[in-house]
């Protein structure tokens, strides 16, 4: 199991829409992915296609002591899906309490599902530092970063390499975590210029660069993944390149393992 957690210091800077077509991208690739949403909002499955009223997931199976299984979805994708679930404020609280007293919460969960050792899990998670972070980079042999291609998000990327320090560096399952810029606009100088910075600050950790396309949106509002919606979109060639990226870098790790 090679497990990726999809992470941020800032919201809205598009990892939600990442997960579920980074997902999509390496099952079309031929991997077995399974796509886990750890973030309440509980919007990673619209991208599969769930519908919106069906409120079964991981956090209502942990509070009520049952497995996951029953949970899973697949739906018109190849990548299968753990659902959130839908919960209300006070089983929301006793959720988190429960990730803050089991640290190996998600690693145990995700072991008990028996999944084979090339099946790629893709974590979404929550913006900053939480109880969902914690779990989610406590189990990550890859961290993916995602940032905007603007001052704030550059300003907030010390504050997850933190994050990754502490809670990945030095284990021994480890790889690295790499950087996707996303929404990137080439008419705007500004973005060009944040793009520029951080290729020449991060080297071979950029993984990639995802454009701003209007595919991206119009996509969730069909209920599909970009890759389906508009296959020759620039954004879909651009999460294809990603995919293949992500994927070099889990078999290179696979090799020297
Ligand atoms: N490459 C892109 N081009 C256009 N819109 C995008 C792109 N990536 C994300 N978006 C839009 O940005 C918004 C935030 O994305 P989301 O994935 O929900 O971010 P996060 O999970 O980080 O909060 C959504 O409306 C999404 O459709
Ligand atoms: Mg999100």
């Not at 973030?39 to 049952?66: C, I, K, S, Y």
């Not at 995700?110 to 980079?137: C, E, K, W």
């Not at 020449?200 to 454009?211: P, T, Y």
Request: some cysteine; hydrophobic content about 45%.
């Amino acid at each position: 199991m090679k497990i990726i957690a999809v992470v941020s210091a800032k919201g809205g800077v598009g990892k939600t829409t990442l997960s579920a077509n980074l997902a999509e991208a390496l099952a079309a690739a031929g991997e077995r992915v399974l796509a886990v949403d750890l973030d309440p909002q509980n919007a990673l499955r619209l991208h599969f296609g769930m519908p919106p009223q069906e409120v079964g997931g991981h956090a209502r199976a942990t509070l009520a002591g049952e497995p996951w299984e029953p949970s899973l979805y697949r739906g018109r994708s190849s990548a299968l899906v753990m659902p959130f679930g839908a919960l209300n404020e006070a089983d929301r609280s006793a959720f988190e309490a429960h990730l803050v007293t089991h640290p190996g919460w998600l690693r145990a969960q995700l072991g008990a599902l028996g999944l084979g050792h090339d099946d790629i899990v893709v974590i979404d998670t929550p913006p900053g530092p939480s109880p969902y972070m914690r779990q989610a980079l406590s189990c990550a042999q890859v961290c993916v970063m995602v940032a905007l291609p603007d001052a704030a998000s550059y300003a907030a990327l010390p504050l997850m390499e933190d994050l990754i320090r502490t809670y990945c560096e030095g284990r021994p399952d480890y790889v690295g975590h790499v950087l996707v810029i996303n929404q990137v606009d080439v008419s705007r100088q500004l973005g060009k210029d944040v793009v520029q910075t951080l290729r020449a600050q991060l080297g071979e950790r950029v993984l990639g660069v995802v454009h701003q396309d209007q595919a991206v949106a119009e996509a969730l509002a069909y209920d599909r993944s970009v890759l389906e919606y508009n296959p020759h979109s620039q954004a879909t060639h651009d999460l294809l390149r990603c995919a293949d990226r992500l994927r070099q870098a889990l078999a290179a790790h696979g090799e020297a393992a």
